[in-house]
């Protein structure tokens, strides 16, 4: 087995979507529209298989925006996207230049030789960036 996408519904899917690809490297896999309930939906991909489904339906609203990672987790449920980079410091200051909102700054994280940080995307999805040991 292995993980085919994250599902992440959001209150403006064309902003979120533009900002996603923009940010990410990511391109439309898959495009969809329902009716009844009425929702849209893309499938964006990147070269390396990460791939994020977007959801945007109606009168969607958010419960509560997590302040932090250990927030997210005082909540069953997703707490979080984390993705793997080749480079936390530039993807890192990069997201930030690009309207992501800082959590917690490039530090070591428990793996040893590994770095990680958190970020908010523009509607407050946590992000985690992860720098695998050696890169």
């Not at 979080?80 to 530039?90: M, S, T």
Request: cysteine-free.
């Amino acid at each position: 087995m292995k993980l085919h996408h994250v599902g992440l519904s959001v209150g403006d899917l064309d902003a979120s979507r533009k900002w996603y690809e923009e940010n990410f490297d990511l391109i439309e896999e898959q495009y969809f529209e329902m009716k009844q309930p009425e929702v849209r939906a893309v499938i964006l991909a990147g070269k390396n298989g990460l791939r994020v489904e977007l959801i945007g339906m109606d009168n969607s609203k958010r419960e509560r925006e997590y302040t932090d990672p250990l927030d997210a987790s005082s909540v069953h449920g997703y707490g979080h996207l984390a993705i793997e980079v080749d480079d936390l410091e530039e993807v890192f200051g990069s997201l930030i230049e690009h309207g992501a909102r800082m959590v917690s700054k490039p530090s070591p994280a428990v793996q040893q030789g590994a770095f990680f940080a958190y970020v908010k995307d523009p509607e407050g999805n946590l992000i985690e960036l992860i720098q695998a040991p050696g890169k």
